[in-house]
């Protein structure tokens, strides 16, 4: 089959994976937004963390809330992805509420290029 691209560039390779254009338009080259989209994620990480483990022992926010000694609107603000206001004592309280632990872990600011 003939190439349908002919204005390809010599020595610059198209890519059909979005998240790599992506992550090279707006990540590599920016690290302000690599800071923003690496703090997004790990509040949204949290929050999901929170919203699994609960829903896994099949309880629901008011019920995890009385278990930790807040309000269920502390609850569902924690499981929201947007919320920035994580604590580790209240993380700790919601963990053990849930018969879990928090581990906490440093990572090279950078991640490590995947090899294909």
Do not use: W
């Not at 920016?30 to 509040?43: F, I």
Request: some cysteine; aromatic content about 4%.
């Amino acid at each position: 089959m003939a190439n349908v691209n002919k204005s390809k560039k010599p020595g610059k390779s198209k890519t059909a994976n979005g998240i790599e254009i992506i992550r090279d338009r707006y990540l590599t080259r920016d690290s302000d937004m690599a800071r923003l989209v690496a703090k997004q994620r790990a509040n949204m990480q949290v929050a999901q963390t929170i919203y699994d483990l609960r829903t896994k022992v099949g309880i629901s926010q008011r019920q995890l809330a009385r278990l930790v000694g807040t309000t269920a609107s502390v609850i569902c603000r924690l499981e929201d992805a947007d919320y920035e206001g994580h604590s580790l004592s209240m993380l700790c309280r919601i963990a053990a509420a849930l018969d879990s632990r928090v581990e906490i872990r440093f990572l090279p600011a950078r991640e490590q290029k995947r090899s294909a």
